[in-house]
Nanobody, 124 residues
Framework: QVQLVESGGGLVQAEGSLRLSCAAS????????MGWFRQALGKEREFAAG????????YYADSVKGRFTISRDNAKNTVTLQMNSLKPEDTAVYYC?????????????????WGQGTQVTVSS
């Protein structure tokens, strides 16, 4: 079992940047593929970015490709989402998820563990 805690959310102006972190405790995060999902008010949770167990493969939703970068440090049990050129439509609660697979799933139902989420608000 792994516990996940997200941090780094906040209020930022359009075109600004934020760096989200997901700290894992319990079972080593290297056991899991990891993903970042987001859920805007009134909408379903959607995939934003995912990274394989080793960090060698990364996947992004089309809506964030070229602006977001996912990375992981298995030695520090952390996963990071660097978000640049933020847009108002990026406003959402961002969740870190752990998926017991080599490659990250892009559907939330396949994730085994979730953090509590961190709010990101982008003003225009």
């Amino acid at each position: 079992q792994v516990q996940l805690v997200e941090s780094g959310g906040g209020l930022v102006q359009a075109e600004g940047s934020l760096r989200l972190s997901c700290a894992a405790s319990g079972r080593a995060v290297s056991t899991y593929a990891m993903g970042w999902f987001r859920q805007a008010l009134g909408k379903e949770r959607e995939f934003a970015a995912g990274i394989s167990r080793s960090g060698g493969s990364k996947y992004y939703a089309d809506s964030v490709k070229g602006r977001f970068t996912i990375s992981r440090d298995n030695a520090k049990n952390t996963v990071t989402l660097q978000m640049n050129s933020l847009k108002p439509e990026d406003t959402a609660v961002y969740y870190c998820g752990a998926n017991m697979a080599v490659l990250p799933a892009q559907t939330s139902e396949e994730y085994d563990y979730w953090g509590q989420g961190t709010q990101v608000t982008v003003s225009s």
